[in-house]
């Protein structure tokens, strides 16, 4: 059965750093791409990071470009979250969610989210 | 990026109705168009992948048409369970933008 499973979030003030974990379970987590997504108190859902199975490609939104950095480690099935800078803006759920691809794309599973408020 | 927009942001529906959602994109994704539910304090779930097909275990209520740029998502009878709020997202390109999400609520 497939599991993942977000850690690290918490209170933290603005302009501190931050690293969340996803750890994952029940698949062959070096053979697929992960990503991040987040949610906004109140608000929808933004697409954050994407990293691809053997971490030789990462994408970022706008939003959190050269603050937070993705990766991953295959050999433990975990991926992270650096936040670095945080701004009161990055205060939300954070979500890790497979992709799984079977002629089209789509995130199969989804982590229960770990928050981060970002509060002086 | 492609912009994802769903209409209507929120309706109202009793049991049992046929509800039916929108999801348009600024440019053609073919059929590279999910759905996922969310329920209040919950990760979404998978409902739709690939336009219309439907992700195991979802209801047959459930169903996905369209391609290009106009998508629709219908619920033929709507069920207590389904009072949630449904967004779309685009696989065609990164990054996988989401639709603002539509709040089906209990009329």
């Known amino acids: ?120 | 990026d492609i912009q994802m927009t769903q209409s209507p942001s929120s309706l109202s529906a009793s049991l049992g109705d046929r509800v039916t959602i929108t999801c348009r994109a600024s440019q053609s994704i073919s059929n590279y168009l999910n759905w996922y539910q969310q329920k209040a304090g919950k990760a979404p779930d998978l409902l739709i992948y690939a336009a219309s097909s439907l992700q195991s275990g979802v209801p047959s209520r459930f169903s996905g048409s369209g391609s290009g740029t106009h998508f629709t998502l219908t619920i033929s009878v709507l069920q207590p369970e389904d009072f949630a709020t449904y967004y779309c997202q685009q696989s065609y390109s990164t990054p996988r933008t989401f639709g603002q999400g539509t709040k089906v609520e209990i009329k």
Request: charged content about 15%; some cysteine; glycine content about 10%.
């Open chain 1, 1 to 120: 059965q497939v599991h993942l499973v977000e850690s690290g979030g918490g209170v933290v003030q603005p302009g501190r750093s931050l690293r969340l974990s996803c750890a994952a379970s029940g698949f062959t987590f070096s053979t697929y791409i992960l990503h991040w997504v987040r949610q906004a108190p109140g608000k929808g859902l933004e697409w954050v990071a994407v990293i691809s199975s053997d971490a030789s490609n990462k994408y970022y939104a706008d939003s959190v470009k050269g603050r937070f950095t993705i990766s991953r480690d295959n050999s433990n099935n975990t991926l992270y979250l650096q936040m670095n800078s945080l701004r009161a803006e990055d205060t939300a759920v954070y979500y890790c969610a497979r992709e799984s691809w079977s002629g089209y794309f789509y995130f199969d599973y989804w982590g229960q989210g770990t928050q981060v408020t970002v509060s002086s």
